[in-house]
């Protein structure tokens, strides 16, 4: 079956420090891995995509993430955390199916609290 | 460019009624979903729309929810009649061709409580 995991509930960092959001998928093909954010009270917000290529990607607010096709991988980070970076973040994988529709699945969702 | 509009924000309703959630796309996007998002977890997809036409609907509880969008435009969805367990926010999304590589844009939401 077509997962996405993401196996920390709650990531702690203080201020100023590195982040981690960890996310593994396990779906056939070729997928296209997703990171969004939800600040309390409000919609998802899109970060960052990966699609093909270089396999570290760069997104808004100072976010990237690394895409391990080995390890099938695409862990979120970000090299100076701030406290407004608290927020839920999630995970998405879009695996195709046959018939050539493309479906989204969610992870979980990872609370970061970054600390002054 | 205006965002995903869902209505209404909130809904507090009793077991047994009936419910129903608007949703207008951002223009120009052909695909929109509906999910479901139950405190503590992540969204799950209820249904995904491509222009008018059903995608994928493998999650929906087709008993008691209905989904269309007539004109390819906005979209509803229907609770008829509510359980406990549907309590959750429904979450409705809409993305840019090509589908499969776009991210989605989302809306507010509408906060469903079932008493």
């Known amino acids: 079956a077509q997962s996405v995991a993401q196996p920390e509930d709650q990531v702690n960092v203080a201020e100023g420090n590195p982040l981690t959001v960890k996310c593994t998928y396990s779906v056939s093909g070729n997928p296209y891995l997703f990171w969004y954010v939800q600040y309390p009270n409000r919609g998802l917000q899109f970060l960052l995509k990966y699609i093909t290529g270089d396999n570290l990607v760069k997104g808004s607010y100072g976010f990237e993430a690394e895409f391990n096709k080995s390890q099938t991988s695409f862990h979120l980070k970000k090299p100076s955390a701030l406290v407004s970076d608290s927020a839920l973040y999630f995970c998405a994988v879009k695996y195709g199916r046959s018939g050539g529709s493309y479906i989204p699945t969610f992870g979980r969702g990872t609370s970061l609290i970054v600390h002054p | 460019e205006a965002g995903v509009a869902q209505s209404p924000r909130y809904k507090i309703i009793e077991k047994r009624q009936s419910v129903a959630f608007w949703c207008n796309p951002i223009s120009g996007h052909a695909t929109l979903y509906w999910y479901q998002q139950i405190l503590g977890q992540g969204p799950k997809l209820l249904i995904q729309?491509?222009?008018?036409?059903?995608?994928?609907d493998s999650q929906l509880p087709k008993d008691r929810f209905s989904a269309e969008r007539l004109k390819g435009v906005d979209s509803t969805l229907k609770i008829q009649p509510a359980k406990l367990e549907d309590s959750a926010v429904y979450l409705c999304?809409?993305?840019?061709?090509?589908?499969?590589?776009?991210?989605?844009?989302f809306g507010q939401g509408t906060r469903l409580t079932v008493v």
């Open positions: 729309f491509q222009n008018n036409g059903v995608v994928d």
């Open positions: 999304a809409s993305s840019p061709p090509p589908n499969r590589a776009s991210e989605a844009f």
